[in-house]
DNA sequence: TTGTATGCGTTATCAA
DNA sequence: TTGATAACGCATACAA
């Protein structure tokens, strides 16, 4: 080919694999074997090669890369989620894993009451070519999306309260023992009379919460009325009705567990609203340990996940994928949520 | 699940410009001309094309786009926030506009402490050859990465508490105004001795909201000592020490005005935990309207900002710049916040 | 162990 | 107004 047509290559100009290859005196398929790491490469050339990249801060293009291999080096995460703490922490440790690697990440919230949710994933996931997805709870529990990941030949994994999948796709926490620990917790002070603010129906951190809150108390052989469950949806609003139609009850409970620190919060507002002293006539949990838990007061006894814990996990499940078939002995997939102490739950001063 | 949908979109089979090409019996060029809505083509050739395209759902692949064009279809958000909340609507509002586009959303937070951050935001630039950023406060303050973003070529939307640069670089709210307002309200109710919770110096939002504050004090001739100012790291915990600073002054403040909500709960915290009455002994304004504003109890008087309307604006902006060099009669650059008047306000009680 | 030729899906050049 | 052909930067088969 005649350079008749091609300008002088100006020297601020982004090197190429073409001029690695040029100036380490070797061909574009070479530099290539150095960049993917090839095994069969003579260690002379890889050090003369990597040294020439060295010098000239060569950086392989991405889109080049994405359109020769039929994929892209972008993680996905897929969301419906309000609680904006948990999204950021997720996002923080997944980027933690990606720190130093070719991989970018790209959000994608997700409306689970639209028409076309599947579809909008499905074209997000084929458009960019995604490498891999993490989804968050609680869409993460829809099995749809994960077949969908699988027919497109798309790596994910989720996250959850439980167990939803195997090891490989599957980053969860011990909502129902952490719940059930929690609940001892109010026993131990001395609480018999427990309400539960529920979360939705068909959300699995939602019954998981509840079987370890039901457990706890059948172990004790304490009954549970009907009357002191009341039905929540994860949302503030939702935790001040639910709240409400628990302390009507006579006997009112002398502690809540919340299924969430949003609705553990409206615990809270609500009966600062009726001037019920907390934690003296009122103990409190939530689960989360979002902001809002530590920024009230009293500062809220809570749940917390290490959610940029296992969002670093997730992405490195996705991008070790590649040369390790199983997971074994790599990523963890349980992590333990941890029960923290705040000022919100004392013995209770009024026994029926 | 999505039976109904067309059969070509089967990850098998996905037609490419050539397929298009060959069914419309075109050059692939003239595809890409309708695809790019070249001015200089039949209509009747494009219209034949369009049908094509239209019935074999093609899309054009972006990897191979961004390739042939030299730059990628991705906006990036880069933020330092530590507000969780704004950043998700940010996200929120610049995903509205990216709807039905081509355009993606890649996040990157940022340590403004790290001594790499201006290599780091250099190479995100650069490796996936971003068409726009939009940067999120505070560090959209910094005039040094609009100056990288214009030596690279790449688009940039800064978002902050003031008009740091032209309109189309710019969404800003007018943060001074809507706290002189906030004062002027408490001025209103009756408070002489108010109180400020100050944000971090050299912040460009901090100083809009102090002058803000000291403007409408000024304006009706009351004094602010000196000791009335307290500085803020805009954290809750810094928040705490200032507050507790305040209220040990003699005669303390009946109001205050903390620049964040983040400081304004832990102006309500440290009332609580000395057992002074909120409203009625300590009225307390905070500032962005953050899901804890509303949650605590009282709920907080505070300014909300627009920030999903000024996320859909930034990246309006980004995507417009295409056609019209500038921006008149385009996207606005200045966003209205709005004072919210909750239960953490009322007249005081004493009078020094 | 290394190189050559070709493909990935699109856009740009320039001639028809 | 349209089309043949060459980029774009990298990876893979297949040779050497």
Redesign the pocket.
């Known amino acids: 080919?005649?350079k008749a047509?091609?300008a002088e290559k100006r020297a601020s100009?982004?090197?190429?694999?073409?001029?690695?290859?040029r100036l380490a005196?070797?061909?574009?398929?070479?530099?290539?074997?150095v960049?993917?790491q090839?095994p069969?490469?003579?260690e002379?050339?890889?050090e003369k090669v990597k040294a020439v990249i060295r010098d000239t801060g060569?950086?392989?293009?991405p889109?080049?890369?994405a359109?020769?291999?039929?994929r892209n080096f972008l993680i996905g995460i897929i969301h419906d989620n309000p609680n904006a703490q948990m999204i950021l922490n997720m996002q923080q440790g997944i980027l933690e894993a990606l720190r130093d690697t070719e991989f970018e990440m790209v959000v994608r919230p997700v409306d689970r009451g639209s028409a076309t949710m599947m579809d909008d994933i499905r074209s997000f996931i084929m458009r960019q070519r995604l490498y891999g997805v993490v989804i968050m709870p609680p869409i993460s529990e829809n099995d749809e999306i994960a077949r969908l990941c699988r027919e497109l030949g798309c790596r994910y994994v989720r996250m959850g309260s439980a167990r939803l999948d195997d090891d490989a796709h599957m980053v969860a926490s011990n909502d129902r023992d952490v719940v059930a620990e929690a609940t001892r917790y109010l026993i131990a002070q001395g609480h018999r009379r427990i309400g539960l603010v529920a979360g939705p129906h068909g959300f699995r951190s939602a019954r998981e919460r509840r079987e370890g809150f039901e457990s706890a108390l059948a172990e004790a052989g304490i009954r549970l009325p009907r009357n002191l469950i009341a039905d929540g949806q994860y949302t503030f609003e939702s935790g001040i009705t639910a709240t409400e139609s628990l302390l009507d009850q006579s006997p009112p409970p002398t502690a809540i567990f919340a299924s969430n620190d949003e609705m553990a919060a409206a615990v809270l507002y609500t009966a600062r609203e009726r001037g019920i002293a907390v934690p003296e006539e009122l103990s409190i949990v939530g689960f989360d340990d979002t902001p809002i838990a530590s920024r009230v007061w009293p500062p809220l006894t809570t749940v917390r996940w290490p959610i940029v814990a296992m969002g670093r996990s997730a992405a490195l499940k996705l991008i070790r994928g590649l040369d390790s078939g199983d997971d074994e002995g790599g990523e963890p997939s349980t992590f333990l949520s941890t029960l923290v102490r705040r000022g919100s739950v004392a013995p209770p001063t009024r026994t029926d």
């Open positions: 080919m005649s047509v091609p100009a982004k090197p190429t694999i073409n001029d690695i290859a005196g070797v061909s574009k398929k070479t530099v290539s074997r960049i993917n090839s069969l490469l003579n002379d050339t890889r060569y950086v392989p293009n889109q080049a890369r359109l020769a291999l039929g």
